[in-house]
C-alpha cells in the first residue's frame, strides 16, 4: 500500500446521526476518522464536491432500508488527488488527480462517509483521471450528471438522427444530456451513419434560462412557464424527464418513442432509471470534455465554501440552482 506521510488521522467533515431535512441534521465534526481503504480502493484527498439532489433524499431516509448506518458523511461527486492506493489498484498512483462519484450505487448501501470531508475512499473503477483542462471545481460538477446522462441515452438505444426533448434542460443532468446527444451516437451506437447524434434537441426551462438552453444547443428551447411541451404539435423519438413530470413526458414523446425518467412522478414512468457509477463511462467521456464540446454547468453562486455547506443545500432545495452546485475548498 502506497501513501504519503502526511495523512492525519482524523478529519473535518459534514455529518448527520438522525435522518430528516438536511438543513437542520447536518453538523460540522472536526474529530471524523479517516476510512480505511481496501485493496482495490484509494484514499483521496477531497478538493471539491458536487451537491445533488440524491442527498436531500438520502438524508430524509426516502431509502433508509437500503442505505449504509448513520452517522453519514453525505456527498457523491468527488475531484481530488489519490494520497493512498491500494494494493490491487493499477490505474492511479500517489499524487494523481482524479474524480467520481463515489458511490457504485446510488440508493444502495452508499458509502457512510461520503465527499464533504477532508478525505474520502473509492474503488479504482469508479474514478477517472481528472481531465486537463477542468479546475478541481469544474470536475467535481460532472460525475454524477454526466454518467446519468450518458447512461439514460444509452437506456431508451438513443442513435443518430433521432429528436429529444429535454424536461428540466437547464439542470445538472438536463444541461448534459443536452450536450451528449449530439455527440455520443457514435459511442452508443457505432454503425450510426452520421457523424454526430440528434436531429433535433428541445428543452425546457424558465425563462431566465433559455439563453443557456440555446447556448449548450437547444434547437428548441421551452419556456415552461408560457408553454407546455405536450401541446407541441410535434412530438418526440426520446423524452429524457429530470424532473419527475412523466405524465407530460408521455405527452410529448411519439407513439414509438421512449421516455426515460430520473425522477419519480405522479404517473408511474415507463423507465425509471438510477444510474450505475463507471469511471469507464467518464474515460469514455474525456475526449470531448477536454476538447471543451461538453463543459460542465456551475451555478452562478458556486463554489461555496466549506463552512457554508448548509447553505448550499438549502438553496439547492429551492430548485433555482443552474447546472451544479459544488463545494470547495475543503480543508
Known amino acids: ?86 494494493s490491487e489498484v493499477k490505474k492511479f498512483k500517489v499524487g494523481d488527480e482524479v474524480y467520481g462519484d463515489i458511490n457504485q450505487h446510488a440508493l ?7 465527499t464533504l470531508a477532508e478525505y474520502t475512499v473509492a474503488e479504482e473503477k469508479l ?42 434542460g437547464a439542470g445538472g443532468v438536463g444541461t448534459f444530456v443536452i450536450q451528449v446527444s449530439y455527440l455520443l451516437s457514435p459511442l452508443l451506437c457505432p454503425l450510426a451513419k452520421h457523424a454526430f447524434g440528434a436531429s433535433k434537441v428541445a428543452a425546457t426551462a424558465s425563462t431566465a434560462k433559455l439563453d443557456l438552453l440555446r447556448n449548450l444547443g437547444a434547437d428548441l428551447p421551452i419556456d415552461y412557464t408560457k408553454e407546455n411541451s405536450e401541446d407541441l404539435t410535434e412530438k418526440f423519438d426520446v423524452v429524457y424527464d429530470t424532473v419527475g413530470q412523466s405524465e407530460r413526458a408521455l405527452k410529448a414523446v411519439k407513439e414509438s418513442g421512449k421516455v426515460v425518467s430520473i425522477v419519480p412522478g405522479d404517473t408511474p414512468p415507463p423507465n425509471l432509471f438510477i444510474l450505475t457509477s463507471d469511471g469507464a463511462v467518464l474515460e469514455k467521456l474525456q475526449p470531448y470534455l477536454e476538447s471543451g464540446k461538453v463543459k460542465p454547468v456551475l451555478d452562478p453562486k458556486s463554489p461555496f465554501p466549506f463552512s457554508h455547506t448548509v447553505e448550499a443545500f438549502a438553496y439547492l432545495k429551492t430548485n433555482r440552482a443552474i447546472g451544479k452546485v459544488v463545494i470547495h475548498h475543503i480543508p
Open 108 to 114: 444502495n448501501d452508499p458509502k457512510s462517509i461520503g
Open 1 to 86: 500500500m502506497a501513501s504519503t506521510p502526511s495523512i492525519p488521522s482524523h478529519m473535518k467533515a459534514w455529518v448527520y446521526s438522525e435522518y430528516g431535512n438536511i438543513e437542520e441534521i447536518l453538523k460540522f465534526d472536526p474529530n471524523v476518522a479517516i476510512p480505511d481503504i481496501k485493496d482495490d480502493q484509494v484514499l483521496i484527498k477531497v478538493v471539491a464536491a458536487a451537491l445533488n439532489p440524491v442527498d436531500h433524499k438520502r438524508a430524509f431516509g426516502y431509502f433508509k432500508n437500503t442505505d449504509s448506518p448513520l452517522p453519514t458523511v453525505p456527498g457523491y461527486d468527488v475531484a481530488g488527488v489519490v494520497v493512498r492506493v491500494g
Open 127 to 168: 474514478l477517472a483521471h481528472k481531465p486537463s483542462n477542468l479546475s478541481f471545481i469544474e470536475a467535481a460538477a460532472v460525475p454524477l450528471a454526466i454518467i446519468t446522462a450518458y447512461e439514460g441515452l444509452e437506456r431508451v438505444d438513443f442513435s443518430a438522427g433521432k429528436s429529444i426533448l429535454v424536461l428540466g
